[in-house]
């Protein structure tokens, strides 16, 4: 049996929005935990790694890849830096799973910063069922979280021959911690509103011959809501995420412009501290594939940044529902 409870949608998305701005002593502190974290201006495009809840809720299956270019352009004044930069890519999939009532998905996500190289990978699955007008998830997600660390980048401050810390550094150092996630998504057709956990077993990474690093659970909020016209020529979504580890606090928000059912958008977020952000989008073949772009403008500390972080997107969602769009074709051949 359906359960019969009412929600007001514009209530549940604001409220989950006016969060973004809970804790100023959170907000001061919020450089530790994007440095901890990966993060992509186009959010709204990677949901599935934020929460495993997503997996399938959209009743298509789809595939996303990201890329990010951090402070493109920044240079170093010692050449042996020319190819040291901070970059992070993201390959993630999902699909509705009715066998399971619910959906599954995966991702594997690599990020770059200097010598540091992250590489987290995971499978999910989410629950889903019906509660009014709303599509309910609970999921979870599990895999594992690796990180090296090439010494060889490291610069001493005395002689190699003389820096007995050095000395100890391997080539390339190697930690693997597991990974759990769990999280909650509510869908409605004019919003959603995503709570998830990840980092939950709050493990410390040992590379060898390197000082450990304690990796916090984070905890993550995503909202958003459709503003549409009657003819659905164009729809405002404001939008915006969230991520804490209860010492520190970073918040990405906006709003995009969809137009003609979704075929072109644009739009603008601010992250604390931090950036704006400009982004516009292109959707083709029946809107199955999209094309993304983003470009953020450091606006606090500029330097020793470059100015400028690039982002791109490419999305391909199946027709789960295309055969029952097909118009039927009456023959006499089946008529008996």
């Known amino acids: 049996m359906q359960a019969k409870i009412k929600f007001k949608t514009k209530t549940i998305f604001f409220v989950a929005l006016q969060l973004l701005v809970y804790s100023k002593e959170l907000i001061a ?5 994007s440095d901890q974290i990966s993060f992509f201006s186009q959010f709204n495009f990677n949901y599935q790694n934020i929460n495993p809840a997503y997996s399938g809720i959209e009743g298509l299956t789809r595939f996303s890849f990201l890329h990010r270019s951090q402070w493109l352009g920044n240079q170093s004044s010692n050449p042996a830096d020319a190819n040291i930069g901070i ?10 799973l009715p066998a399971l009532k619910g959906g599954i998905g995966g991702s594997i996500v690599n990020d770059v910063i200097g010598p540091v190289n992250t590489i987290i990978l995971k499978g999910t699955y989410s629950y889903h069922f019906q509660v009014s007008d709303y599509t309910v998830g609970f999921g979870a997600g599990l ?34 911690v597991p990974e759990l996630q769990l999280g909650v998504w509510l869908n409605h057709a004019n919003g959603f509103l995503g709570i998830s956990s990840s980092q939950m077993l709050a493990t ?7 000082p450990s690093t304690q990796i916090k659970p984070v905890l993550n909020f995503v909202g958003g809501y459709f503003f549409k016209d009657n003819e659905n020529y164009f729809k405002i979504a404001p939008v915006g995420v969230l991520k804490t580890n209860f010492s520190s ?27 704006i952000t400009a982004c516009l989008g292109l959707s083709i073949l029946n809107n199955t594939l999209k094309f993304g772009y983003s470009i953020d403008f450091s606006i606090f500390t500029p330097n020793p940044k470059a100015l400028t972080s690039h982002e791109i997107m490419l999305s391909y969602s199946l027709l789960s529902n295309y055969a029952s769009k097909l118009t039927p074709i009456k023959t006499p051949r089946f008529v008996f």
């Open 87 to 96: 970059h992070t890519q993201t390959l993630h999939f999902n699909t509705p």
């Open 249 to 275: 606090l970073s918040f990405d928000v906006g709003g995009l412009i969809y137009f003609k059912e979704d075929k072109f958008w644009l739009g603008s977020t601010y992250r604390l501290n931090d950036a």
């Open 204 to 210: 410390v990474l040992k590379p060898e011959s390197l």
């Open 143 to 176: 895999g594992f979280l690796s990180q090296s660390v090439n010494s060889s980048m490291w610069r001493t401050t005395v002689s190699i021959d003389k820096d007995p810390v050095y000395q100890r550094l391997n080539q390339l150092s190697t930690s693997l």
């Open 29 to 33: 502190q919020n450089y530790s935990l």
